[in-house]
Structure formats: C-alpha cells, structure tokens
C-alpha cells in the first residue's frame, strides 16, 4: 500500500474520530450542562492517562518487535494480550482502592459505584492500545485505524441518547 493512501486513511479516520468525540462532547454539554461535560471529560480522559502511563512503553515497542520478524506477530499478541489484562486489571484494582478520593475529587456527579466502573475502562484502553500497537507493526493501517475510530464514535453512540432525551423533554415543557 503506498504511503500517501496510508496518510489518507489515517488522517480521514482521524477526521471521523474526532468529529464522533466532537459530537458526543456537545450532546453532554447540551443535555447535561457544564457540570456534566466535565464529569464526561474526565469519565474519557482520566483513564486514558493512567493506562497510557501504565503502558511502559509497549505501545512503543510493539510495532518494532512485530516488524523485527524475530517472534511472530501472533506470540506478540498473545504475549500484549496477557500483559494488557494483567497490567491493566491491576490498574483497575488501584483505581477501586482509591474510589473514595476519586469520587470525592473528580467524579462528584457520579454514585461512588459508578466512579469504579469509570476505571474498567483503564483495561479496554490498554487492550485498545497495546493491539492497535500490534496492528501498527504489521503495517495494518485501516484496521489500526478502525480500532481508534471505533472507540470515539461508540462513546458517541453511548451518549447519544441523552440527546432524545433533552428534546422529549424540550417537547413536554
């Protein structure tokens, strides 16, 4: 595949991604207000940075061993998998140990329950992460892609229906 349909595949999708993460930011501004776009943004981000510091570089490494030929990409895989549940359900654990300060701190709109599920998704990012990685290294870029576009336009999908709501709202004042 030549470099420029690589570049236009990853800067469409990136385009899309952002737009869905867009998106999905002012349906929660418009339905659940500033207090709400906050908790959103941080329900988003707070667990992005720490599985992206819990990676310890394999989202870097990945792409190096799978093109080095030296193991295959399936024992890379295997290997990411294994390390990305490990690692990051360890993330999550820390994560409910601290539950309290984190919903004191951060996550005052949400029931403390709810804070902890927040930090589940410490895992799925790490898993996101670490196979994209894999894919990047196989020099799959539309399915690496794919995988990122996904994850910004299903948190879209997950918020749209507050949209509906504020309007059947609107409706029936």
């Not at 418009?30 to 992005?48: D, E, F, H, S, V």
């Not at 005052?108 to 799925?124: D, M």
Request: charged letters at 10%.
């Amino acid at each position: 595949m030549s470099l420029v349909k690589n570049t236009s595949i990853t800067v469409f999708t990136k385009l899309a991604s952002t737009g869905a993460a867009a998106l999905a930011t002012v349906v929660v501004a418009t339905t659940l207000g500033p207090k709400g776009a906050g908790t959103y943004a941080l329900i988003r981000m707070l667990p992005n940075v720490i599985a992206a510091m819990m990676g310890a570089g394999i989202t870097i490494a990945n792409p190096y061993l799978v093109s080095s030929k030296r193991y295959t990409p399936q024992v890379i895989t295997e290997t990411t998998l294994a390390l990305g549940l490990v690692v990051g359900f360890l993330g999550w654990g820390v994560w409910a140990a601290c539950s309290t300060f984190l919903h004191n701190t951060f996550y005052t709109e949400l029931s403390q329950t709810a804070a902890i599920f927040v930090g589940l998704s410490i895992p799925l990012c790490m898993l996101r992460d670490y196979l994209n990685s894999v894919q990047q290294g196989m020099q799959s870029f539309r399915a690496a892609n794919l995988v990122l576009f996904m994850d910004d336009f299903l948190a879209f999908l997950l918020v749209s229906p507050l949209f509906s709501l504020f309007r059947l709202r609107a409706v029936i004042q």
